[in-house]
């Protein structure tokens, strides 16, 4: 088992960044696949971005492409999200996953390891 510890949140303006940062302990070897994922309040827990197993491959939901970046430090067990160009509509609860398997993984059920999450805020 893999334990996920999320960081970086916070209530930021408009326009702003943050940089989210999502520290692995545990089983980490076994780790292939990193993902993003967010909540919003009342709403079901959406894909955000995910990443292979050496950072060479990303993926993006349409809604964040161009704005975040994903990427992974393995000698640091650590995965990272860069969100740039922040919109109110992004306000919600981050989450980081992780799965011992490989493929693009966009679904909540393809992944075994979650943290708890961590706060973005928007604000106009």
């Known amino acids: 088992q893999v334990q996920l510890v999320e960081s970086g949140g916070g209530l930021v303006q408009a326009g702003g960044s943050l940089r989210l940062s999502c520290a692995a302990s545990g089983h980490t070897f076994s780790v292939s696949v990193m993902g993003w994922f967010r909540q919003a309040p009342g709403k079901g827990r959406e894909f955000v971005a995910t990443i292979n197993w050496n950072g060479g491959s990303t993926y993006y939901a349409d809604a964040v492409k161009g704005r975040f970046t994903m990427s992974r430090d393995n000698a640091k067990n650590t995965a990272y999200l860069q969100m740039n160009s922040l919109k109110p509509e992004d306000t919600a609860i981050y989450y980081c996953?992780?799965?011992?398997?490989?493929?693009?993984?966009?679904?909540?059920?393809?992944?075994?390891?979650w943290g708890q999450g961590t706060q973005v805020t928007v604000s106009l």
């Open positions: 996953a992780a799965s011992d398997r490989g493929g693009i993984r966009t679904v909540t059920s393809m992944y075994d390891d």
